[in-house]
């Protein structure tokens, strides 16, 4: 089963990540929920799909009590990212659902009610977690056209959606990178592909350059920290992305 | 009543996680308890002959707390499993409420809908099974937690006997014994109110 740790803590003030499942059928792309938790609220950023519910919703349970989320976060409108929104809602029907505007229409198809929903802008938005600011960051077609990461200036840690994700193969799945360009081989195919604008790609490396980031987390794959954050912002912006059909 | 509001009722999430959040606080507090009674052994030994009696209660204090951090491992387990199928139950009852609203909007459906119905519902009955057995096994577990916490009680009153005839010292092991049975009537009130909580 998946399970929860704890990769910042600062008093009340505590990043988490529900990563790893064993128990996961092959057939579905492993991900990575992250929990900001401040005092007695919580946001879960990227809840992930219907069918992995049991699995996150369980190990979030065995560490932390799971009323004091309040608050989703979606980076984008994909079924691995929020399909289990229907779910959370059954749970706790005042949750509020920050995402981007463009799927204000889409996401309610996997449930919720127009008071769920709060739409973040294009330029951003900062997210107020019991008074701890979040800023939501503009990361559009990377790869979702309306696409946002988020960034918890305190902790200076970056939740980046699929920006930084890897596919890794069980024997190289640890929680960190360890090893930049070891890890990075698996991370190449998924960028080339999944990134479509490399307009996009080298905006969105001059807007996170600007921000002190010790830990950038991304929705599939590991963590990335210290200098790493720095060489995979400079390999990002030196691959050349939507380019990745196979021939 | 329909099969399907027992369901409900039995495998609801939030009755799962409201006992969940009890037997999580019921496990911090007894992590606390080995810490007590090591605390009483050192004590015991450093008073030497004058608290004799007082070490060997402390020395069964140390072996009720390690056999109450395996009981309390085994509650866990238990919870952890029973959270994971509440949750697992919570989309196949949503599965089957599309399905129902499908079927009274419009009743000529009902032929091609009543099949999967059929097949979400004995999903929903084998999940329920599993459910009511982890229920069970919780009820079983949190009554021998109760039994090895009457013995900790005990345990508790001997050490508080002791430490009367523990000479200058006996001011300081009262204070242990004090704080030992602090801990565990804290652990067995909320057990015994959970117990109470799960029979409704």
């Known amino acids: 089963m998946k399970k929860l740790e704890f990769i910042y803590e600062d008093g009340a003030h505590k990043w988490a990540v529900v990563a790893r499942d064993p128990e996961k059928p092959n057939h579905l792309i492993d991900t990575n929920e992250y929990l900001v938790l401040n005092g007695s609220e919580a946001l879960l950023a990227d809840p992930g799909g219907m069918e992995i519910f049991s699995a996150v919703f369980s190990a979030i349970s065995a560490e932390i009590d799971p009323y004091t989320i309040r608050h989703l976060f979606a980076s984008h409108q994909d079924p691995d990212v929020i399909s289990s929104l229907a779910l959370w809602l059954d749970f706790n029907p005042d949750l509020k659902c920050h995402l981007s505007w463009l799927w204000g229409s ?6 919720g009610t127009a008071e769920t929903f709060v739409a973040i802008p294009d330029e951003g938005a900062t997210i107020s977690l019991g008074g701890l600011m979040l800023d939501a960051v503009p990361a559009h077609y990377l790869h979702s056209s309306g696409n946002f990461n988020l960034y918890d200036r305190k902790a200076r840690i970056l939740f980046s959606g699929d920006v930084g994700a890897a596919l890794l193969p069980p024997e190289e799945s640890g929680l960190y990178v360890e090893n930049f360009d070891r890890h990075i081989r698996h991370a190449r195919d998924f960028h080339r592909r999944w990134m479509g604008s490399n307009k996009a790609k080298l905006s969105w490396c001059e ?3 600007r921000l002190d980031i010790d830990m950038l987390c991304p929705q599939h794959g590991a963590i990335y920290r210290g200098e790493d954050v720095k060489r995979f912002i400079n390999w990002f912006a030196d691959l050349d992305v939507g380019s990745g059909i196979r021939d | ?18 006992a969940n959040e009890d037997i999580k606080k019921v496990i911090r507090i007894s992590s ?3 810490l007590v009674a090591l605390n009483a052994m050192l004590i015991a030994k450093r008073s030497g002959e004058r608290s004799r ?33 509440a949750a697992t139950m919570q989309r196949q009852r949503q599965q089957r409420s599309h399905f129902m609203t499908v079927m009274s909007r419009n009743k000529s459906m009902r032929k091609w809908v009543e ?28 009554n021998r937690v109760l039994q090895l916490c009457e013995s900790g009680r005990s345990l508790s009153r001997s050490a508080k006997i002791e430490a009367v005839y523990g000479g200058d ?24 109110l959970l117990r109470m909580q799960l029979a409704e």
């Open chain 2, 32 to 34: 606390g308890v080995n």
């Open chain 2, 1 to 18: 009543m329909d099969i399907m509001d027992d369901i409900d009722q039995i495998s609801s999430l939030h009755r799962v996680v409201k």
């Open chain 2, 169 to 192: 010292m006996s001011a300081t092991l009262k204070q242990v014994a004090n704080q030992i049975e602090g801990t565990v009537d804290e652990i067995f009130s909320t057990l015994k």
């Open chain 2, 115 to 142: 099949p999967t119905l059929a097949r979400v519902e004995a999903r929903m009955g084998s999940v329920e099974e599993e459910i009511s057995r982890d229920w069970h096994k919780l009820r079983l577990q949190l």
């Open chain 2, 53 to 85: 009696g007082f070490a060997v209660v402390s020395s069964e204090l140390r072996l009720f707390s390690r056999n109450l951090d395996i009981a309390m491992t085994g509650l866990g387990e238990l919870i952890f499993s029973l959270v994971r199928d």
């Open chain 1, 207 to 209: 807007r996170v350059s």
């Open chain 1, 106 to 111: 889409f996401v309610p198809h996997f449930g």
